[in-house]
């Protein structure tokens, strides 16, 4: 299992990114289900804010990247 840290960027630069880290099987998987993962870490992010996807989307969190993160 990979560790994979989400970030989402507000393109308008007035807030800062928000992250979580989510476990992915494999690298294979990250990379073919993209869309899958960047969706799940929104979710994630959503419910520990209270947020909605018209929240995310009114505070500017369009833009996402995903770095895997050093085994341990």
Do not use: H
Not at 37 to 47: D, G, L, V
Request: charged share 30%; aromatic share 16%; hydrophobic share 30%.
């Amino acid at each position: 299992m990979l560790k994979v840290q989400i970030t989402y960027f507000c393109t308008n630069g007035k807030y800062k990114p928000v992250s979580t880290v989510v476990s992915v099987p494999s690298t294979y998987d990250l990379y073919k289900r993209k869309e899958y993962w960047y969706e799940r870490a929104k979710k994630n992010i959503m419910a520990k804010r209270y947020w909605t996807d018209k929240d995310m989307e009114n505070f500017g969190y369009t833009e996402v990247n995903a770095r895997i993160l050093p085994s341990t």
